[in-house]
């Protein structure tokens, strides 16, 4: 049987906020788990893992905009640039979540959104126009809380499940941790076979996020 697609991306704040160590961090954990994604990728045979990265600041922007397979696939880093726009970046992803250009036989798509501040423009918009897409209702959504001052509220409205909470990354040990449990976790339970989207079916919590711990680190 052929493999079918779970499409993740990753949505990073690259604001200004996120300069110095929190971007330097950030790259760090990603480069150093996509060898375990590519290893659950492994383990699952019946998917084909396909990743992207979307960045937002003043402007939403495809950092890796085809997908590309994870075998195939090298971290570039980021930088950071302006503003905070969370609402332009889930607009782009919608467009990317109708049918096509996402396949009718894809599996759930897996959205894993990093931030460390405020959105400065109208997000909500962005989120509704994400929820009104049916691959987005679907979708595995993780969220990552960067520091003390990431505001915790909008990344859980974007999980759209009370059930789910965002992941606080509070000290570079805790960000590695969020991006490697995010990587894996996610894609695991991206790759079981749905039914097609529905209210019922989103509703459900697909995984259990772990508790971080932060022994004598150096908190942000």
């Known amino acids: 049987m052929a493999n079918r697609p779970v499409h993740f991306i990753w949505l990073l704040d690259c604001s200004y906020s996120m300069q110095g160590e929190k971007i330097g961090q950030l790259n760090y954990a990603i480069r150093e788990a996509v060898p375990e994604m590519r290893s659950v ?12 990265t979307l960045t937002f600041s003043t402007e939403a922007r495809w950092h890796h905009k085809d997908p590309v397979p994870v075998d195939d696939f090298t971290w570039q880093d980021v930088q950071v640039d302006g503003m905070t726009n969370l609402g332009e970046a889930l607009e782009v992803v919608s467009r990317e979540f109708q049918t096509p250009p996402m396949p009718q036989r894809a599996l759930k798509p897996v959205l894993a959104l990093v931030s460390d501040g405020v959105p400065t423009d ?57 991006i490697r449990w995010a990587s894996t976790a996610a894609v695991k339970a991206a790759s079981q076979p749905v039914a097609a989207p529905t209210d019922a079916t989103v509703k459900q919590p697909p995984y259990a996020p772990p508790q971080l711990d932060d022994d004598d680190d150096d908190v942000w």
């Open 122 to 178: 109208d997000w909500k918009s962005g989120l509704r126009a994400l929820d009104a897409t049916p691959w987005g209702k679907k979708a595995v959504r993780v969220a990552i809380a960067i520091g003390a001052d990431a505001d915790r509220s909008v990344l859980q409205e974007f999980l759209s499940n009370p059930e789910l909470q965002p992941l606080d990354a509070n000290s570079p040990k805790q960000l590695a941790a969020a």
């Open 41 to 52: 990728a492994h383990d699952n045979p019946a998917a084909q893992l396909l990743l992207r």
